[in-house]
């Protein structure tokens, strides 16, 4: 098993890649479903702002959108990434079905952190004369910032292993490579290193986001 | 040296003060099939603490979540220094409640703010500057005896201070009513102690009326000098906390009091007479009972920042109560 000097550009372009395919969409994807999730938890029953159709149908527009594998959800994006970016090959294609795969999979976990927000906390907000709106930017979502951290983190870590599979239909990264090498030419040497990278890229953000969240953390 | 006034029982209304800081009319909550407050009616004079008293599921909190307009009766009315707060509007609302304080059992802070950054909360929510609402949330940290705390997050607080801050952050605004729900429930005695004298203490200073709900018949007795007593949803009796603990009409008044023994029952054809006094020392109630006075129920104060004591006395009808106050007073007064 030896490792061909060669390769090691093709890895620093497919780490490129990757974080190409991954960043954005992880930003994205925290921004929206981060709407999402508040969205949620103010129509819910027993919410701010109770709304059960409304709720009814986010909810399921979460389970529909959490419960498609991302192989299909790609596939089925295909029209949309082609209308947004003009193709649906490459790194910057990915970002479209990226994003949309992250926006359900972070409002669930949004959801969740706010509801660790104790309510007598938002009550006491009321009883203050706190609006709707106040409440979510003052209240919930600082009180729930390591929630918010933590979900963040587990994005980042899911979407890198999405990318990978993004990779294998045609969109770059460090999966392709890791596919490219070990699965089809035998190469067993690139493959571990590439794999190696991978493992690394996520030891790096589960570390950072731990590190964030602690100190995010007054509780 | 204070001669009681009448007694304020909701049932006779010519006794009720002049002034009325809080008038509930008939108000009535359902919660589905469940009647939580029924046809209640109280006064809370203004400038008094009045405590609300009763079992579990009485429906002490429901009342406390209508006055801070965090819920709405399906009946009756409620004003509050001459407003109807049922007739305003969302807008008026949210204004109305940052002049009304709550304090709560379980403090309910943000964990992720510090003191200061609690107490700062409610100026915050009102648009007011950044740095006029630290120096208020500052001086009002201080009144609680907490300068030095500024910085620390709840979770470096006790439990008591971080009802001091709940209490800050309840008067930040200013308010003219103050509600607290079990505000001492969470507490240990010693501090559930100091956490009632505070309240005291700031209820006189600023002169707002204070609304203290307990189950606990001891936090009525050494922190308020009104009550309301509740059972089932109901108002069963009410009115000076001297005579309500003294001579309890109501039978849940007299299960609530159960431990809490009163001095001496009040004797057939024996009057209620109010009296404050420095301290309640043997040399007192030799006095008292050399001028055919019978103590039958005392309780700690703090007037003008002295501790003082309320004393009931029964009277018997043949004394006359004046001439027997006009008496003891001076005397009372060289004790002081
Ligand atoms: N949101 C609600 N929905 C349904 N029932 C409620 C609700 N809030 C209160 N109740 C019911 O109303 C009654 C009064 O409740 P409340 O909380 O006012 O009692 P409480 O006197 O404060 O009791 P505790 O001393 O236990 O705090 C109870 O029977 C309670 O179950
Ligand atoms: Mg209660």
């Given amino acids: 098993m030896t490792l061909d000097p060669t390769v090691w550009p093709l890895l620093w372009k497919a780490t490129l890649e990757t974080l190409w395919m991954v960043l954005p969409s992880a930003l994205l994807g925290q921004l929206l479903g981060t709407a999402l999730g508040v969205w949620l938890t103010l129509t819910r029953p027993g919410g701010l702002t109770p709304n059960p159709a409304l709720f009814r149908v986010l909810d399921a527009v979460v389970n529909i959108g959490r419960s498609f594998p991302f192989i299909i959800l790609m596939i089925v994006l295909i029209p949309l990434t082609r209308l947004l970016v003009g193709t649906s090959i490459g790194s910057t294609a990915a970002i479209v079905p990226l994003t949309v795969a992250a926006v359900p999979f972070l409002a669930r976990l949004v959801e969740g952190s706010l509801r660790e927000v104790p309510a007598g906390v938002t009550e006491a907000a009321r009883a203050m004369g706190a609006t709707t709106s106040q409440i979510v930017t003052k209240v919930l979502l600082p009180e729930a910032l390591p929630g918010l951290l933590h979900a963040f983190t587990v994005l980042v870590i899911s979407l890198l292993g999405y990318s990978a599979v993004a990779g294998a239909i045609g969109a770059g990264g460090l999966g392709d490579l890791a596919i490219r090498y070990g699965y089809h030419r035998f190469d067993t040497a690139t493959m571990t290193v590439t794999v190696a990278v991978l493992l690394l890229l996520v030891q790096l953000v589960q570390w950072l986001g731990d590190r964030a969240e602690h100190r995010a953390d007054h509780r | ?336």
């Fill in chain 2, 1 to 336: 040296m204070t001669i009681a006034t009448p007694l304020t029982h909701v049932s006779s209304p010519a006794a009720a003060p002049a002034s009325a800081a809080l008038e509930l009319r008939g108000i009535t909550k359902r919660f589905g099939g469940h009647t939580a407050l029924e046809d209640f009616t109280l006064h809370v004079p203004r400038g008094s603490r009045t405590g609300i008293i009763g079992r579990s599921g009485a429906g002490k909190s429901t009342l406390v979540r209508l006055l801070s307009g965090l819920d709405t009766p399906d009946s009756g009315e409620l004003h509050l220094g001459g407003e109807n707060l049922l007739t305003l509007s969302p807008a008026q609302r949210r204004q109305r409640q940052a002049r009304t304080g709550l304090v709560f059992q379980h403090f309910n802070l943000l964990a992720q703010r510090t003191a200061l950054q609690n107490v700062a909360l409610p100026l915050e929510f009102a648009g007011v500057p950044k740095v006029k609402r630290e120096a208020q949330a500052r001086d009002t940290l201080a009144q609680v005896g907490l300068s030095g705390f500024e910085d620390r997050y709840p979770a470096q607080l006790s439990g008591g201070q971080k009802q001091r801050v709940g209490i800050a952050r309840a008067l930040v605004t200013g308010p003219e009513l103050l509600l607290a729900d079990e505000a001492t429930s969470a507490l240990d005695p010693e501090t559930s102690a100091s956490i009632l004298s505070l309240l005291t203490r700031i209820q006189q200073e600023r002169d707002l009326t204070l609304i203290i709900v307990t189950h606990q018949m001891e936090v009525v007795r050494s922190a308020t000098t009104h009550v309301a007593v509740l059972d089932h949803g109901r108002l069963v009796e009410s009115g000076e906390t001297g005579r309500v603990l003294a001579n309890p009409q109501h039978a849940t008044t007299r299960a609530l009091l159960g431990a809490h023994q009163p001095l001496a029952e009040l004797a057939p054809g024996e009057t209620l007479q109010q009296l404050t006094l420095p301290a309640l020392d043997a040399a007192t109630l030799g006095r008292l009972a050399a001028l055919g006075g019978r103590v039958v129920e005392a309780q700690p104060t703090v007037i003008g920042g002295r501790q003082q004591v309320l004393v009931w006395l029964g009277v018997p009808q043949h004394l006359s109560a004046d001439r027997l106050l006009g008496q003891l007073q001076p005397q009372a007064e060289e004790v002081a």
